[in-house]
């Protein structure tokens, strides 16, 4: 079972960035795209953003649009998010999720949590004011 491990939360001010990271247990595993989801205490968990992992292409929610950037590292098979402008309503426990190749998918770049077959832990982005 592939493990993935999030880094890079931490506590912020209001304006200020920063960027998480991703990493897997097998950093060669076959994966069709990766994601990050958040979730927000008391909140549903929601997407923030995707990348498909051979082609780079990439969707946002809208929420995060203009500020958040998702991107890879296909060397050292790293995720990343880089999260600038960061408001108090990003605060939530970000999580990095992958779908793995050959599953069958009914879009290019899913944004559904269920669509995910592996997950981190979680890392707590908290953004003060």
């Known amino acids: 079972q592939v493990q993935l491990v999030e880094s890079g939360g931490g506590l912020v001010q209001a304006g200020d960035s920063l960027r998480l990271s991703c990493t897997a247990s097998?950093?060669?595993?076959?994966?069709?795209?990766m994601g990050w989801f958040r979730q927000a205490p008391g909140k549903e968990r929601e997407f923030v953003a995707a990348?498909?992992?051979?082609?780079?292409?990439?969707t946002n929610s809208e929420s995060v649009k203009g500020r958040f950037t998702i991107s890879r590292d296909n060397v050292n098979n790293v995720l990343f998010l880089q999260m600038n402008n960061l408001r108090l309503e990003d605060t939530a426990v970000y999580y990095c999720?992958?779908?793995?190749?050959?599953?069958?998918?009914?879009?290019?770049?899913?944004?559904?949590?269920?669509?995910?077959?592996?997950w981190g832990q979680g890392t707590q982005v908290t953004v003060s004011s």
């Open positions: 990348i498909r992992w051979y082609t780079g292409q990439t």
């Open positions: 999720a992958a779908i793995r190749q050959g599953k069958v998918i009914y879009s290019p770049i899913p944004t559904r949590a269920e669509d995910y077959d592996y």
């Open positions: 097998e950093p060669t595993f076959a994966k069709y795209a």
